[in-house]
């Protein structure tokens, strides 16, 4: 089946400490999303990628990095310079450059120990 | 299992009756409208899109109306299930970013049996 593959499924990060969340598809599509979810709130645009090599910073992009090496892959680091991390992450990808829906990952949820 | 959906309006309605979940739009540039659902702990699946051209576009027990006078989407759900329960939102697209989409903060359904 098509679809996105977002893990772990749960995350504990130590104080000081990176850590990456995986994003995979196999829909061929062409941009990738992260989003951040908090209780109560709308999604927030983290980082966004039109094609390989290429990605742009989104509303709240501060604490965190993305690298888009393949089509299929856009991982996104949780640097320490992230205060606030705890949070749903969510992967998501879009054909095309035109009005089509995001196809979304069954999101990672990130602690902080 | 998530947060996702505390704090969050709710609408209680009784299993068989009909649900209508709104959302508010303020952007004149937004032509392109998506509705989600959201079960705790999973990500959005894509229920129903619409374009700005049209009123009204109906799927299986789902229609959603767009009023663009007064800026205002809703979802209806006919026949509502258990299965129904979850959080709904909706989502924007702008015609001079197609990558850029605007989540509002969802609306929670509970569905009484």
């Known amino acids: 089946d098509g679809g996105i593959t977002q893990s772990p499924k749960y995350l504990f990060r130590k104080e000081g400490q990176n850590v990456t969340l995986s994003c995979e598809q196999n829909?061929?599509?062409?941009?990738m999303y992260w989003y951040r979810q908090d209780p109560g709130q709308g999604l927030r645009l983290i980082y966004y990628?039109?094609?390989?090599?290429?990605?742009q910073k989104g509303d709240i992009a501060e604490g965190y990095s993305v690298s888009r090496e393949k089509k299929e892959s856009f991982p996104l680091t949780v640097t320490s310079a992230q205060k606030n991390p705890t949070a749903f992450y969510l992967c998501?990808?879009?054909?095309?450059?035109?009005?089509?829906?995001?196809?979304f990952g069954d999101g990672t949820r990130l602690s902080i120990l | 299992g998530e947060s996702v959906g505390l704090h969050l309006p709710t609408l209680s309605v009784q299993e068989g009756d009909n649900s209508i979940i709104n959302c508010a739009y303020s952007?004149?540039?937004?032509?392109?409208f998506i509705w989600y659902k959201q079960e705790s702990g999973k990500g959005p699946q894509f229920i129903i899109d619409?374009?700005?051209?049209?009123d009204k576009r109906q799927g299986q027990r789902v229609t959603v109306l767009l009023n663009k006078t007064v800026k205002h989407l809703s979802l209806q759900i006919a026949a509502t299930q258990p299965g129904d329960s979850a959080v709904y939102f909706c989502?924007?697209?702008?015609?001079?970013?197609?990558?850029?989409?605007?989540f509002g903060s969802g609306t929670k359904l509970n569905v009484k049996p």
């Open positions: 998501a990808s879009k054909k095309g450059n035109s009005n089509q829906p995001q196809h």
């Open positions: 829909l061929n599509h062409d941009a």
């Open positions: 990628s039109q094609i390989v090599n290429d990605f």
């Open positions: 952007n004149s540039a937004s032509d392109y």
């Open positions: 619409i374009r700005s051209n049209m």
């Open positions: 989502a924007e697209n702008r015609w001079d970013n197609f990558n850029k989409f605007y």
